[in-house]
């Protein structure tokens, strides 16, 4: 019974979450800074890129991408296949895996995407945290793929904060979100354990710095 009950969750998640996303994501005033939607979800100067955000942002970050050429790294863990659900239905890409669970082949998969000329997106906190400490599987799918890594936090006015790991942040409705964008940051092919350590500090300190200065400008 408990196992209908689940499955009967995945199809309503599946049916329902993107349009209740959409409506949701609709009511907000969302401010990039600087503007990323020209160079980050279309073709622009960078080429592709590493889009990296904290789990706890993930919503309004789908909502953003939505129908463009971005493949997400998705936990295997069952929590994840409501997010995978959610994700499909606002016509991104999904690649099942973690950089712990699955690793080898969801490296391997974002390499392959990459190589293909799609834009690749993971939350270096999760599928389990700690929260807001990046995962060193991020920083080996840069040096893996060449691709440059861009840091994006994001701060709400007012949301609805969830009782998980995460925290996991939902604006309330016609409340203020600012997306901050930081600059891309490029892993050597030839970086060795400690350089690869060096920018994984980097890029936490970096997404920490974003999310900090995004709060402060919505007046979170």
């Known amino acids: 019974m408990k196992e ?13 979450g993107p349009v209740v996303l959409r409506l949701l994501c609709w009511t907000l005033r969302i401010e990039e800074r600087p503007p990323i939607s020209p160079r980050l979800f279309q073709e622009h100067a960078l080429g592709k890129v590493i ?3 904290w789990h706890s942002g993930m919503l309004v970050m789908a909502y953003k991408g939505m129908g463009q050429d971005i493949k997400v790294l998705i936990s295997e863990h069952v929590n994840g296949e409501y997010i995978t659900r959610v994700v499909t239905g606002l016509g991104l890409g999904v690649i099942r895996g973690s950089t712990t669970r ?23 906190d999760g599928p389990r945290g700690p929260k807001e400490v990046v995962q060193p599987g991020v920083i080996f799918m840069a040096k893996k793929t060449g691709l440059p890594i861009l840091p994006v936090s994001s701060g709400f006015s007012n949301c609805w904060r969830m009782r998980s790991w995460d925290g996991f ?10 997306i901050a964008v930081g600059e891309p940051i490029t892993v050597p092919p030839d970086a060795g354990e400690e350089e690869m350590e060096r920018y994984r500090q980097v890029l936490e300190d970096t997404l920490n710095a974003l999310a900090a200065d995004a709060e402060a400008a919505a007046g979170g």
Do not use: D, Q, Y
């Not at 699955?102 to 270096?124: C, D, H, Q, Y």
């Open 169 to 178: 942040r939902i604006p309330r409705p016609f409340s203020k979100v600012i």
């Open 51 to 53: 889009i990296t955000f």
């Open 4 to 16: 209908l009950f689940r499955k009967i969750a995945m199809v309503t998640t599946g049916m329902f």
């Open 102 to 124: 699955g690793a080898s082949r969801a490296t391997a998969n974002m390499v392959k995407e990459a190589r293909k000329g799609s834009f690749l997106a993971i939350t270096p």
